[in-house]
């Protein structure tokens, strides 16, 4: 059972504080992941309040590039202090995490696709560790460098690894409806548009809308959920929202 994990960045961090990781909330995901029988688990984190006030500041998003080395260096910089902490907080629970920092491997085209090499997060995989992965500045043809999120490398391990599910762990407990209650299931944009709005926060990648069109393409079934829900998505059950294709 393949599995891809993305904890979101207001989960793995404190979101209004500058680069602050969320140590306990972090240490009991960790936990429930430890608790878990995933056999392959690939793990993604978003950027929080270290990678988007970083990219804000240097005007760079995923549609807007820089070509300032200085400014590639810090957001990557930041994003690999984030990614130290998530890793070391998996590794105190026991889990056999490990790095990757897609900015080494991976790039934009000039059509804006995105290629990210995975035969080495499958070699990993086979090896019994768990790669961890995250939202970066990734180089993009014709623009310099260009902000990806997490969302983006979900969606393209989920095809390259054909993930059985994939999870996306944020601070609310699923896609809501107008009046604050979890949508069960969303099979079509439409389904939910109303109620998708944008991120309350700093957030240069876009909010749950584009997180709940990029899950609609995927041949996975996926869930957004919250904390409190990952060991029942981790256990094979539904967890917060469906969504599905
Ligand atoms: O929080 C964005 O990743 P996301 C990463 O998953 C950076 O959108 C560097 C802002």
Do not use: Y
């Amino acid at each position: 059972m393949t599995v891809i994990l993305k904890l979101g960045g207001s989960v793995v961090t404190e979101k209004d504080q500058p680069e602050t990781v969320a140590d306990d909330r972090l240490a009991d995901l960790a936990t429930a992941v430890a608790d878990s029988d995933v056999s392959d688990l690939v793990v993604v984190h978003g950027g929080g309040s270290f990678g988007h006030p970083h990219a804000a500041e240097h005007c760079v998003s995923s549609t807007d590039g820089t070509r300032d080395p200085e400014a590639v260096r810090d957001i990557a910089a930041a994003m690999e202090t984030l990614n130290r902490a998530v890793v070391g907080a998996l590794a105190d629970a026991g889990i056999p995490a490990v790095p990757v920092h897609p900015f080494s491997t991976g790039f934009r085209d000039t059509d804006g696709d995105l290629h990210l090499p995975t035969d080495q997060v499958a070699a990993m995989l086979d090896e019994g560790f768990v790669p961890v992965l995250h939202g970066d500045v990734l180089t993009t043809a014709g623009q310099g460098a260009t902000i990806v999120s997490g969302d983006d490398l979900v969606s393209a391990l989920a095809t390259a690894l054909a993930a059985d599910r994939v999870g996306l762990c944020s601070t609310v407990p699923g896609v809501l409806d107008a009046d604050g209650d979890v949508v069960p299931e969303i099979t079509a944009f439409e389904d939910a548009a109303d109620a998708l709005g944008e991120s309350d926060a700093t957030d240069v990648t876009g909010g749950m809308a584009a997180k709940v069109r990029a899950l609609l393409d995927l041949g996975s079934p996926a869930f957004v959920f919250g904390p409190d829900a990952l060991d029942a998505f981790l256990a094979g059950d539904d967890a917060g929202t469906r969504i599905r294709g």
